[in-house]
């Protein structure tokens, strides 16, 4: 996620008032849970938005994270990781350069090292607007790729693979390849309707072209750790597919028989989709965020 202005009007805010120096950690209780094999999850124990899903290899080697949430909830994930290890940090992959994903970056950055696809080291550098404000050098990614790049550690191959343009143009998903565990970053938000970072590269088009090719490379029995929302399998990745497409088609279909934004939410064209509005956005917020997108 990342606020943006659209969001900015649409949003229960908790990034913004983060932006603004006022969010307050303090309540957020996260705790380390097991997925399978080497791999374990941060989760929220508490309701308080805590950032993006924190995907853990944990062995013999160490540790390596995927993602880090925000930089006031460091202590919190040390405390939760020495529950299974107490090995260090040594490697951070970050999904995409949003701040709910990479804040921490500052922190564990002084101790590991920070890997990212090359466009997240650039969007992070330059910032964007002012919710998300230029990061400082000691959080930047160390180490950069462009379409994939492979961390061998605790007896497996972990394997980041770039997808262009889907929820930002930054995004890259993990593949756990012998604990059969695939962390989605922000290209999954399961069972809430998804942020598309247009202005940060992303497309609903991309989006579903990313999940489809993704859908016949992840095995059916692999756990899927989604950028937002629980643990899931290929079944909850395929809903939210279906979903996209359905929604993003009702939308298109609307702008093309030249219908204003205003129009579609009035006529409640997403009214099947109520359930997917328990999140970050309600139906009309992705009526909006998909019309501006599709009418590009
Ligand atoms: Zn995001």
């Not at 908790?14 to 309540?27: E, H, M, R, T, W």
């Not at 399998?233 to 979903?243: D, I, V, Y």
């Not at 996209?244 to 030249?258: C, D, P, Q, R, Y």
């Not at 099947?272 to 997108?293: M, P, Q, R, S, T």
Request: charge should be neutral; proline fraction near 4%.
């Amino acid at each position: 996620m990342r606020t943006s202005a659209l969001t900015l009007a649409v949003m229960a805010l908790p990034i913004v008032a983060l932006a603004q120096g006022k969010q307050d950690f303090s309540k957020v209780q996260v705790k380390a849970t097991k997925v399978a094999g080497q791999v374990y999850v941060i989760e929220d124990v508490t309701p308080e938005f805590s950032g993006g899903n924190i995907g853990v290899s944990v062995g013999a080697d160490g540790i390596a994270l995927i993602d880090d949430k925000f930089a006031p909830l460091a202590n919190k994930i040390e405390a939760a990781l020495k529950t299974i290890s107490d090995k260090p940090v040594r490697f951070v992959i970050n999904t995409h350069y949003h701040g709910d994903h990479t804040d921490g970056n500052i922190v564990f950055g002084q101790k590991s090292t920070i890997i990212a696809h090359e466009n997240t080291r650039k969007r992070m550098l330059a910032g964007a607007g002012k919710d998300q404000p230029p990061a400082p050098p000691a959080a930047l990614p160390v180490i950069t790729f462009e379409d994939k790049l492979s961390v061998h550690i605790n007896g497996e191959e972990v394997r980041a693979i770039h997808f262009p343009s889907g929820h930002t143009d930054t995004d890259v998903v993990i593949f756990f390849t012998k604990s059969n565990v695939v962390h989605m970053g922000d290209d999954f938000f399961n069972g809430i309707f998804p942020f598309i970072d247009v202005d940060g590269g992303g497309s609903v088009k991309g989006l579903i072209a990313n999940l489809q090719k993704l859908l016949e490379q992840i095995p059916a029995d692999a756990k899927i750790i989604p950028g937002h929302g629980a643990v899931a399998t290929a079944k909850e990745l395929r809903a939210f597919l279906t979903m996209l497409k359905e929604t993003s088609a009702i939308v298109e279909a609307g702008i093309k028989a030249k219908k204003t934004l205003d129009q579609l939410k009035k006529e409640k064209v997403l009214a099947k989709y109520d359930a997917w509005a328990k999140g970050f956005f309600k139906a009309d917020d992705f009526i909006e965020l998909l019309y501006k997108d599709l009418k590009r």
